[in-house]
């Protein structure tokens, strides 16, 4: 079963479990979420106004927090913006994360040679939880690009087709447990509601792909396919103007991006194996 994403008001309303602190577990809580709003708009940054409105909490709590976590080194306050970003910290400390898995650096290949064939941008999503996040890109050679995401940008599943190339890939009723749970936050990062993407899900179910036009970016339009089929952790999307994304070219790029993604998959598993094997090597000596 999927959790919902709670809102500071519905946090404090669930008792402590196991005899923890809820003042405790609640201000850890706060802080994550307030760092993975900063974080989804990547090296742009954020005002306090905008971390208020899209974090849900109180203004006075969110600036307290917000001080506290520059005095720390997470957060970083450009003092001309006004705007706050992700800090030296939070970058030193994921110089020594041990990654979960290598996919970015294993996609590498696949997303160069679909921005070859595309002569568009090319991402690769990860999802994490609610959200999916930008792991890797690959730009085309056509001089008007989409460059909506950096990598490490995150965001609700289902903002950008590779998300919503996860959610399709999904058994309907977890997919529909993570829109719900995102529902309230798509309205802050989109022009579309929950009911939208409901509707955007069963048509990629039925093509075989995300689609979305104009409805993150105005402009833009981007497809998507998710991978590996059994359990859909990822997905590539192609993003481009919308002129170059007209029916006919969509479906020449989506049949591209489906082979490209079964040499990908054949790849991870092999991958898999070897991991494995390297890790038993190890264990016996």
């Known amino acids: ?3 919902k994403t709670r809102t500071a008001t519905d946090q404090a309303k669930i008792p ?6 809820r003042s405790g577990t609640q201000s850890i809580e706060r802080v994550v979420d307030v760092l993975r709003v900063i974080a989804s708009r990547g090296r742009r940054g954020m005002r306090v106004g905008e971390v208020v409105a899209t974090s849900g909490l109180a203004e006075a709590t969110c600036f307290r927090m917000l001080r506290r976590l520059e005095l720390e080194g997470m957060l970083d306050r ?3 913006s006004k705007k706050y970003f992700l800090g030296p910290l939070l970058h030193e400390l994921g110089l020594l994360a041990r990654p979960r898995y290598r996919l970015a650096e294993l996609c590498d290949a696949t997303l160069q040679r679909l921005a070859e064939f595309t002569q568009d941008t090319v991402y690769l999503s990860e999802r994490s939880g609610l959200e999916a996040v930008c792991a890797n890109r690959a730009l085309g050679d056509f001089p008007i690009k989409s460059l909506s995401l950096d990598i490490g940008v995150r965001r609700p599943l289902g903002v950008g087709a590779g998300g919503l190339a996860i959610l399709c890939a999904l ?3 977890e997919a529909h447990a993570l829109v719900e749970a995102n ?7 989109a022009s579309f509601t929950a009911d939208f993407l409901y509707g955007a899900i069963a048509e990629g179910r039925k093509r075989g792909y995300s689609f979305l036009e104009g409805a993150v970016t105005p402009g833009t339009a981007s497809i998507g396919v998710a991978f590996p089929p059994d359990n859909p952790v990822a997905a590539i999307s192609v ?3 919308a002129g170059r994304l007209l029916p006919e070219r969509r479906q020449e790029i989506a049949r591209q991006m489906h082979r490209e993604v079964e040499k990908l998959v054949v790849a991870l598993a092999a991958a898999k194996v070897s991991g494995d094997m390297a890790a038993t090597d190890v264990t016996q000596k």
């Open 1 to 3: 079963m999927v959790a």
């Open 16 to 21: 402590p479990q196991g005899g923890e602190s």
């Open 78 to 80: 450009d003092p001309h």
């Open 171 to 173: 058994p309907a009723s």
């Open 183 to 189: 529902a309230h936050r798509y309205e802050k990062f």
């Open 239 to 241: 993003a481009a103007i």
